[in-house]
């Protein structure tokens, strides 16, 4: 990989502007920045719920998100360059109906919560559906492939079956929404 990253303070980005990987130069508050941006932090919520207990198999496919992540930011750094594939979206794909098999159907809607490891693919989730909200964004100002956004859609409803799971794991189970919660109180 060489010497990619010697110097980290290049203050080239003082004026507000931030270099992509094809050499051009971008306003830090471009749309095409704010996913970038979103995608990277994905990426860290997603390391920070791989510090917690999780199942092995679960662990590794959750690594492997990581990479592909850094792939998608690689493809959005670079206009018209092309990273994500049918195959991750397929893998995605896969995973999710693998753990929503072991799942009970949902007769009601769930509360982000449960064990701290649920709630924090919870969180990854909702981290995830605002970087699918700033590609398509950046779609509508230039066109992009359409596997980016399917990838993030895909991945955020993994990760709302993956908190499911991770409740089960921990000896829990789904923190319901109450619909008569204080109607009573009135």
Same mark, same amino acid.
């Given at each position: 990989?060489?010497? =990619? ?16 990987g ?14 970038m ?5 994905? $990426?860290?919520q997603? @390391?920070?719920?791989?510090? +917690?207990?999780?199942?092995?198999? !679960?662990? +590794? ?5 990581? /990479? ?12 018209? &360059? *092309?990273?994500? %594939? ?12 693998? &753990? $929503? ?9 769930? !509360?982000? @919560? @449960? ?9 990854? *989730? ?5 970087? +699918?909200?700033?590609v ?7 066109? !992009?492939?359409?596997?980016? =956004?399917? &990838?993030? $859609?895909r ?6 079956? !993956?908190?499911?799971?991770? $409740? =089960? /794991?921990?000896?829990? %189970?789904?923190?319901?929404?109450? *619909?008569? =919660? ?5």
């Amino acid at each position: 990989m060489g010497n =990619r990253l010697s110097k980290i303070a290049t203050r080239t980005g003082d004026d507000g502007s931030t270099g992509l990987g094809d050499g051009t130069r971008t306003g830090k508050d471009s749309v095409r920045i704010q996913a970038m941006g979103d995608v990277d932090e994905l $990426n860290s919520q997603l @390391g920070l719920l791989l510090c +917690e207990d999780l199942p092995p198999s !679960l662990r +590794e496919e959750l690594l492997l998100v990581q /990479h592909d992540l850094f792939d998608l930011g690689g493809e959005l750094c670079i206009p018209g &360059y *092309r990273l994500v %594939t049918d195959e991750h979206v397929a893998q995605l794909d896969a995973w999710l109906e693998k &753990y $929503n098999a072991t799942l009970p159907p949902l007769k009601e809607f769930i !509360l982000p @919560g @449960g064990s701290r490891a649920a709630a924090l693919a919870h969180v990854c *989730r909702t981290v995830c559906r605002r970087a +699918e909200r700033s590609v398509v964004a950046l779609d509508r100002a230039e066109t !992009l492939e359409a596997r980016p =956004r399917q &990838y993030l $859609n895909r991945l955020s409803d993994l990760l709302f079956v !993956l908190a499911r799971v991770l $409740n =089960r /794991h921990a000896g829990g %189970t789904d923190v319901l929404w109450q *619909r008569q =919660r204080g109607d009573d109180q009135a």
